[in-house]
């Protein structure tokens, strides 16, 4: 059977992408007290500009305690007017756009938050020097139908589509992980009790907008540390997503930013850069331990393609290829692999405009190095150092010229 062309238009639930490259959910740095800036538009719109079928806005909480930083996007009214100005950007540049939604969990900032962070069983975060306390069942119904209201809030804003995030130990990816989730109710213990509460979720999200919009999955299938969800337990939860019915789509990661962070992003570990944008004590923490707890893995091209594609073995949903997709080739092998779309990050941090350079030379490589220094900036804003080394914040910050209304 022939592979589907990559460059060619697709379907994804009740979309129709121009395309089937997805710009992966990175998060911005570029959202100030919860809303959307000028600066957030215009990231975006320069990948919508570039060529890609879709681009997503990242880690939009469904909750003020789950932000992983204290200026995420919140679905509040205040916010959703910067939002439609934001999704009208992007759809004027001919592309689809996506929210990422989701609860932080253990990884949230208490601090930034002034809120406990929340956690399947009590848990030390290393990072804020504080403890996660255990989420009760009346938090997680709570939470539920935040995700709910995120998705139904999400198509009035005009977005196309959601992304649930499952993956990277935030809340519920959490609850699937045997190492954090010590729980003894039903939602602790077998793998279908630890697999409760992203079913509910992705089961509220559908029951909420239908299929006026795009549902895909971001789900872990390595956390990358012993004792962690693996891929033995993702194969069963992906198939059990598969027949709820809940998802158009289904796109698996791996690592943890609670114990492993830089398990998913191959290459360099940088650890100076880190350091550097980080307070005391994690500064001091940083230089001392760094290079114990930000570990190095050699990069290669599509690395999770050997692990995703046991996945695609056992369900038959549309499942999208993160990873190392820098190329062409490496999008041609995902075809070939059975997978129906591929999501970028770095490489398109690097150069927006790849997609529309590879649409006219298919030989067009990547200039993306892997250095990840790229990484440390989404505190100051989400860049390529290589190619723009002062921040993309701008002076309106704070003022009404400032925001998207």
């Not at 956690?119 to 938090?139: G, I, M, R, Y």
Request: proline share 5%; with cysteine.
């Amino acid at each position: 059977m022939t592979s589907p062309d990559v460059l060619a238009p697709a379907k994804l639930g009740p979309l129709t992408l121009r395309n089937r490259i997805i710009k992966a959910a990175t998060y911005e740095g570029l959202s100030h007290k919860a809303r959307v800036t000028q600066d957030l538009i215009d990231f975006h719109a320069a990948y919508a500009a570039g060529g890609v079928g879709m681009t997503t806005v990242a880690y939009c909480a469904v909750a003020r305690e789950g932000r992983t930083d204290r200026h995420q996007i919140l679905w509040t009214d205040e916010a959703m007017p910067g939002l439609r100005r934001l999704t009208d950007a992007v759809h004027a540049q001919g592309a689809a756009v996506s929210a990422q939604i989701g609860h932080g969990g253990p990884v949230a900032s208490p601090k930034g938050n002034d809120l406990p962070a929340l956690s399947p069983t009590k848990h030390f975060h290393a990072t804020s020097l504080s403890w996660a306390q255990e989420a009760t069942v009346a938090d997680l119904d709570r939470i539920t139908e935040a995700h709910a209201e995120a998705a139904r809030r999400a198509i009035d804003a005009g977005f196309d589509a959601v992304e649930v995030h499952l993956g990277h130990n935030y809340l519920a990816s959490a609850f699937l992980s045997p190492k954090i989730n010590h729980r003894t109710d039903g939602y602790g213990g077998s793998l279908e009790n630890r697999a409760r509460f992203a079913r509910e979720i992705l089961r509220a999200v559908r029951d909420a907008v239908g299929d006026r919009i795009a549902i895909i999955a971001k789900m872990n299938m390595d956390d990358g540390v012993s004792g962690g969800f693996w891929l033995d337990e993702a194969i069963p939860v992906a198939q059990w997503l598969e027949a709820d019915g809940s998802l158009d789509a289904l796109e698996m990661t791996a690592g943890s930013s609670l114990l492993n962070p830089m398990y998913l992003f191959k290459g360099d570990a940088p650890l100076k850069e880190f350091a550097d944008v980080m307070p005391q004590p994690v500064k001091l923490g940083v230089k001392l331990v760094g290079k114990h707890k930000l570990k190095s893995y050699p990069y290669t091209d599509a690395y999770l393609l050997e692990d995703a594609r046991q996945i695609r073995a056992a369900v038959s949903l549309p499942m999208i290829l993160l990873g190392g997709i820098t190329t062409k080739p490496v999008m041609d092998l995902a075809m070939d692999e059975g997978f129906e779309f591929v999501a970028m990050g770095r490489a398109l941090l690097r150069e927006p405009d790849l997609i529309n350079r590879i649409q006219k030379d298919a030989s067009t490589g990547s200039l993306c190095n892997h250095c990840n220094k790229c990484m440390p900036t989404n505190f100051t804003g989400t860049r390529c150092v290589l190619v723009q080394r002062g921040t993309t914040r701008t002076a309106t910050w704070g003022k009404p010229e400032g925001y998207a209304s």
